[in-house]
Nanobody
Framework: QVQLVESGGGLVQPGGSLRLSCAASGSILNIYRMGWYRQAPGKQRELVGD???????NYADFVKGRFTISRDNAKNTVYLQMNSLKPEDTAVYYC?????????????WGQGTQVTVSS
């Protein structure tokens, strides 16, 4: 099992910044990709961006140039730096880890952290 613990959400004004953290523990061997998804009320969960174990990143178009994903392998932690936040970025943000298991891939999820962008 993999446990993911998120932190760093909160209320911020439009144009502000927040940094989310996601610490992984447990059976973290064979995790090959970690990332962030978000879900706004009434909408489906969507990918924000992710990072491979080798450090390659991938972002959704709606956050390119504003959000940055990074990782600290020594701490088994992934970060999401969010700048120039907009009201439409308001959502619950979930950390995700993809782990190779026999026969395929298994997804692990954090509990979610609320990000609210409002004046």
């Amino acid at each position: 099992q993999v446990q993911l613990v998120e932190s760093g959400g909160g209320l911020v004004q439009p144009g502000g910044s927040l940094r989310l953290s996601c610490a992984a523990s447990g059976s973290i061997l064979n995790i090959y990709r970690m990332g962030w998804y978000r879900q706004a009320p009434g909408k489906q969960r969507e990918l924000v961006g992710d990072i491979t174990s080798g450090g390659s990143t991938n972002y959704a178009d709606f956050v390119k140039g504003r959000f940055t994903i990074s990782r600290d392998n020594a701490k088994n932690t992934v970060y999401l730096q969010m700048n120039s936040l907009k009201p439409e970025d308001t959502a619950v943000y979930y950390c995700n880890a993809k782990r190779l298991v026999l026969g395929g891939t298994y997804d692990y999820w954090g509990q979610g952290t609320q990000v609210t962008v409002s004046s």
